[in-house]
């Protein structure tokens, strides 16, 4: 892409900065000078040689993403450098636009891939006068950009959620130019259905009152703060994503439909039951009057899509399928904590109430598989963190022998995350780093959850088998995933994705 102009790189894709809240990952030791100038000089050329959107299909461009997250897991420079080169096998030569895009024709183009470095010379321009943040709340969350014309939230979330991760990226670890490049990436996506977060949607969110601000200031928005200690306060009223997602299961108009491919089956899900979600989705409960609720709501949405990626692929009888669509709903939700720490407080609510309207759309896309007491149950009775599905290769080095108290299995691998991160790191698939890292994060800040943590949250319409889940869900989840991308397991998806495509139609 074009983009910033070769002067600005250096200011639009600086070094790495601090996480904007505890609620973003953290970064793992290993990260050093020369891991840190390989993933800047990588990112510089990336955006300067390769087009954000490749092919018909307008395929993305994930270099950056696992680059970022090589690097956040503490890679060491010559990986970073290998996966680039082999992830540019794939990439297309970026190509300049037949025209300019200004605010007077920002509209005529939207959904037209040539005119994709237009788009992101546009917004580079509007960060450079305005900054992220600004940008950001008028292209994505105003009125203006969403209720008479341009629909760019709805943009914002096409393609899978791939413009919002692009964007997470750049809010995470303080990179404008991704946020350019992410915007552009939405401008330039194929918008199926404007209906669901178009007027009616914006009209439904209200700017919060004054006294609602003042008590919703959000601890988790601070760098010293503990998101892991946030009191639970869901009351009889409250409705969870758990409520929603019973209501989904429970309504015939949604039950799985199968079309002839899986892009057929997309727009059927948009444009036919894309209302019906949305007024499911509506109903979801975020009081800002209450403190702390908006991390809350989106420890709700980890929780949910980790349930739905885990449980879906998990089978009493078959070895466990990772989703490749519902493995994005878990990535995508890591970048929630970046976007929240920025946005005002009506844009922080029209950003989870969409993300939730559209991760329901993609788990009914699918096939809507069950995940309800039984599934749950079932999933929960038959894995266990007991003994790892991975464990380290090679002899493992210990400067002493453990006293003899320690079992043999822990011995052998004392903290399991330590080999499913080391893994991540060489698995040749773009995404296994991303998911690891997501259900580390989830672990580090939700692993102490106890047993029956939701049992009894919101209303009594909420799914069954909540009470069962402790924060070993994660653990969980990493591990089957793990297995799942072992080198002896068969390539299941194109591109040569180990990933499972064909869905929950059965």
Not at 122 to 127: G, L, M, P, S, V
Request: glycine share 8%; proline share 6%; hydrophobic share 40%.
């Amino acid at each position: 892409m074009n983009g910033p102009s070769s002067q600005n790189l250096k200011a639009f894709f600086p070094k790495p900065s601090l996480p904007p809240t505890s609620l973003c990952p953290q970064r793992f030791p290993g990260i050093d000078d020369d891991t840190t100038e390989t993933l800047v000089k990588l990112l510089r050329e990336n955006h300067v040689k390769y087009h954000v959107l490749y092919g018909e299909r307008k395929f993305h461009n994930h270099i950056a993403h696992r680059l970022l997250a090589l690097w956040a897991l503490g890679a060491q420079g010559s990986i970073i450098q290998a996966y680039y080169e082999t992830d540019g096998e794939l990439m297309h030569k970026s190509l300049k636009s037949p025209a300019e895009i200004t605010e007077s024709n920002f509209f005529e183009h939207l959904g037209d891939v040539d005119y994709c470095s237009s788009y992101s010379d546009f917004f580079a321009k509007e960060i450079q006068v305005h900054g992220t943040v600004e940008t950001l709340e008028k292209f994505v969350f105003s009125d203006e950009y969403n209720v008479d014309k341009g629909f760019m939230l709805g943009q914002y979330w096409a393609g899978v959620l791939h413009p919002m991760i692009h964007v997470g990226y750049g809010m995470e670890f303080g990179i404008p130019g991704l946020v350019a490049e992410g915007l552009a990436m939405g401008a330039t996506s194929d918008l199926i259905n404007s209906d669901i977060l178009g007027k009616s949607f914006f009209k439904n969110v209200p700017a919060p009152d004054n006294v609602a601000l003042a008590a919703s200031s959000l601890s988790s928005l601070s760098l010293r703060s503990d998101p892991s200690s946030a009191q639970a306060i869901h009351g009889n009223t409250d409705t969870t994503v758990f409520d929603v997602l019973a209501s989904i299961l429970a309504d015939d108009r949604l039950a799985t439909h199968k079309s002839k491919d899986l892009f057929t089956e997309l727009e059927f899900t948009m444009n036919e039951r894309g209302s019906l979600v949305r007024e499911r989705a509506d109903k979801w409960t975020i009081d800002v009057s209450k403190p702390g609720e908006i991390e809350r709501k989106i420890e709700e949405l980890f929780w949910l899509n980790t349930l739905i990626y885990a449980v879906a692929g998990w089978s009493e009888d078959k070895e466990f399928r990772g989703d490749f669509f519902y493995m994005h709903l878990v990535t995508s939700a890591l970048f929630l904590p970046s976007h929240v720490a920025y946005l005002s407080p009506r844009s922080q609510i029209l950003l989870l109430r969409s993300y939730l309207t559209m991760s329901l759309l993609t788990y009914i896309f699918r096939g809507r598989p069950p995940v309800d007491s039984p599934a749950i149950t079932a999933f929960w009775n038959g894995t266990t963190t007991a003994h790892s599905l991975v464990t380290p290769t090679g002899p493992l080095s210990v400067p002493h022998t453990p006293v003899r108290a320690v079992p043999a299995d822990a011995a052998q691998n004392p903290n399991p995350w330590l080999p499913l991160v080391q893994s991540a790191i060489l698995n040749e698939n773009d995404h296994h780093a991303k998911i690891v890292r997501a259900l580390l994060h989830c672990a580090q800040v939700y692993g102490s959850r106890p047993k029956g943590h939701w049992a009894g949250k919101g209303g009594s319409d909420a799914i069954g088998g909540l009470e069962v889940l402790d924060g070993t869900l994660f653990l969980r989840a990493a591990e089957l995933t793990a297995w799942f991308e072992r080198d002896e397991n068969q390539e299941w998806g194109p591109g040569h994705q180990r990933w499972a495509f064909e869905g929950f139609y059965g």
